[in-house]
């Protein structure tokens, strides 16, 4: 009898062994790995994924994640692979321009793949450094700040639609969804200024679904990236995929605005002083250096756009609009600063030389962070020490914007809004402590992978909120209401419900 068929008979004669002792030896493996054995975290975590699953499943492990640090100190173990950390002063090792950490596998759920392969989106371009450098410099012009001033006029007839809506509702009296007219809003903000056109999400709602996508997908995401070697037979599995989104088309509605705006620029570019979109930008870039950007690089840079930008500014807006209804006091300051020098319709770079304007937005930013979860990077081959422990190469570290943006040490009183913290002369202690709240400030990432879109989405809240703080008086539907939300990935706001009246 061989070898092969001698094991195949132990293990039939005695399985009911066999099985427990191979998942207790693959549990204690787990336990004992990459020498994580030493971080102090939950018992039970140190054996399974499935706690820390089940506890982002719930919607608020951003909650139990602070209690776990208060508990455990700076570096916890939460599953068998998977440290987080709020020791800012490893902010540079883990995220920092030369890191030799890269994102971690969680990531790969977002990949998409077509007939040439991996679709080179910077999101999830983890390992490719190369090409995820080329991403970044082939739109540099498209999202620098200087850049996007030219895709403002794109926003502003967004701004009176969302305007015209919002009249019908001051004068009918009745309180509406804020959080969802701000969804549609963003969308179709980032839909005009980077093709043109929008869906008109304002006045349709998400007849096309892919906001409900993007929200089962995020959940999706926030739950199973932790054993994203399963990807592959759940919905990385194309079949599977398809009958969970129940045949939605809208990426592919994307692409075909998207394939079309990049024919009409070809057809017609825009001439001097015509106003341009972020596509026709890219496609000028190419024009003019046709090696720098490729066709299916610009279709990728604008599809990232709506899927990465849309949720993520209205779920900004929503914040500052919650915390400014709570806190009158800013409210009414903040409205001071706006009535006394702006006027409709609100131009970019007025509204963004507010400083109390730009206190309000970042403090709401910090409070509530559009992305809620860990931003997960992998040790580098030759390991690494973080937060005095030594952790072995392939385990997962990460840092999470909640927390950070908890910590009392950099964020005094660290549950209450507190504008004015932002402001030299006012909350902040000296410059060096403002240096180390911007380091600290996570809401848009930070190093190699900080947010592409950070500017296109701040020039949108910029434009917004004085926009509506000029035209209407706000409050909260309910005395007492609190934001509710759950934390995948995105904390989308639920039922944020506002009345507004005209001034
Ligand atoms: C308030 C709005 C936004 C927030 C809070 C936000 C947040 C973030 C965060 C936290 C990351 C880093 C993820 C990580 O390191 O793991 C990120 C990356 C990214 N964001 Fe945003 N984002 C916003 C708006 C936008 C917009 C409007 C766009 C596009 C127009 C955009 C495009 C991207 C892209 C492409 C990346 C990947 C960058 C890379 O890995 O190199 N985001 N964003």
Redesign the pocket.
Known sequence: MSVSQELLNFIYVYWKWVFPLFGVAYLVSNRFQKGLHRIPGPWLNSFSTLPRMWSVYKGKHHLEDLELHARYGKVVRVAPNLVLVSDTSEINQIYGINTQFI?SRFYDLSAVYDNEGLVPD??VLRQNKAL?SRM?RNAANAYSVNGLMQFEPWIDPVVTKLISIFDRYAASGTAFDMGDMLKRFAMDA?CSLTFGSDFNYLEKGDEMKFLKSMSLFTAYMSIFGHVAWLHPILLGNPYIARIVSGGDSSNDAMLEISSHELGKFRESPPAEGDAMTFLSRLALNQSTNPKLITDREILTHAF??IS??SD??AI?MGSVIYHLLVNRAAYNRLSDEIRGQLSLPVGFQEANALPYLKAVVQEAMRMH???GQV?GRIVPPAGATVGGYKIGAGAEVGMS?WVLHRDPEVFPDPDSFKPERWILGEGVRDEEHLRQMNRSFF???HGT??????H??LMEVTKLIPTLLLRYDLELAEVGQTLKFNNWWFTQHHDLRAKITRR
């Open positions: 994102k910077t999101f995820h970044k980032v990232g756009n990465a930008g993520t500014t900004a962070p559009s992305v931003l914007p809401s848009f990432g992978h900080t947010c592409t879109g950070k296109i989405s």
